[in-house]
């Protein structure tokens, strides 16, 4: 695991879009792992920036999200659908055909399951995009979580639906399930970028580079990967430095 230490989120932001548009720039048909959440917006900010400053395509670029609330519809405006178009794909010349998110409205979902891994397996990630649960979740991989597991139905810990409540008026309408890849889908990557910003995740990291491996803290499974970067900054690297 290679550690990049920054200040601050900014920073982190900035690093993040360097490592991933200096990846494009060398194959401009990567396809990239996304992810959701406060974490990754500063790094499309920046993404975004660089195609405005210097015309950057990401024409042939394909990208994979994560994964997907079940029972909100695309057009929510907290579903992940809307999210990655707000913040990412409408300021992007991705052609919509290229960028896929599991259907968390499927009427045979554990179908949907098969189909989004069989799309993660005929496209191979090239980069995949993580942020890390304060539980140490990746993807909506929740403690507990087999590493074996590909894409799957996952019931939310009540702390992430907690956490994630801040999006939502109240923790009521925060979804109980979502479709996420795998901890065995996120491995199958050719490397990984994991991003961590703030002392709210300065413990999940710490835990994270103490190097033990279990199933009950997902992000571990990542001491398995040949290829992991973290950049994470000052306030999340708080208790490890
Ligand atoms: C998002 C995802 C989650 C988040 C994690 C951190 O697609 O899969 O694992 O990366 O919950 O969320 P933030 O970045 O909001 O702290």
Avoid at 30 to 38: M, R, W
Avoid at 48 to 72: A, M, P
Avoid at 130 to 136: D, P, V
């Amino acid at each position: 695991m290679k550690i990049i230490q920054v200040p601050d989120y900014e920073e982190m932001s900035k690093r993040a879009a360097e490592f991933l548009l200096k990846k494009i720039k060398q194959n401009p048909i990567l396809t990239l792992g996304l992810a959701t959440g406060s974490t990754p917006k500063g790094l499309y900010e920046q993404l975004i920036l660089d195609r405005r400053k210097h015309g950057t395509s990401f024409q042939h670029v394909t990208t994979i999200n994560l994964d997907e609330y079940i029972g909100l519809p695309a057009s929510n405006p907290n579903s992940y659908h809307s999210f990655m178009t707000e913040n990412l794909f409408r300021h992007l010349d991705i052609p919509l055909s290229n960028s896929y998110l599991p259907n968390g409205e499927a009427a045979d979902l554990q179908k949907e399951c098969a189909r989004y891994e069989s799309i993660i397996d005929e496209k191979g990630i090239d980069v995949q995009v993580l942020g890390i649960g304060q539980n140490g979740h990746i993807g909506f991989n929740e403690p507990g979580t087999s590493f074996n597991q590909t894409t799957h139905i996952t019931t939310l810990a009540h702390s992430t639906r907690q956490v994630n409540a801040r999006f939502f008026h109240s923790i009521e309408d925060v979804p109980k399930q979502a479709i996420t890849m795998g901890i065995a889908s996120i491995m199958k990557s050719s490397e990984i970028l994991l991003l961590a910003s703030g002392t709210k995740k300065a413990a999940a990291v710490h835990q994270l580079l103490s190097g033990e491996i279990s199933e009950d803290f997902p992000a571990s499974a990542l001491h398995h990967h040949p290829h992991v970067t973290i950049i994470a900054d000052d306030e999340a690297l708080s208790i490890f430095t």
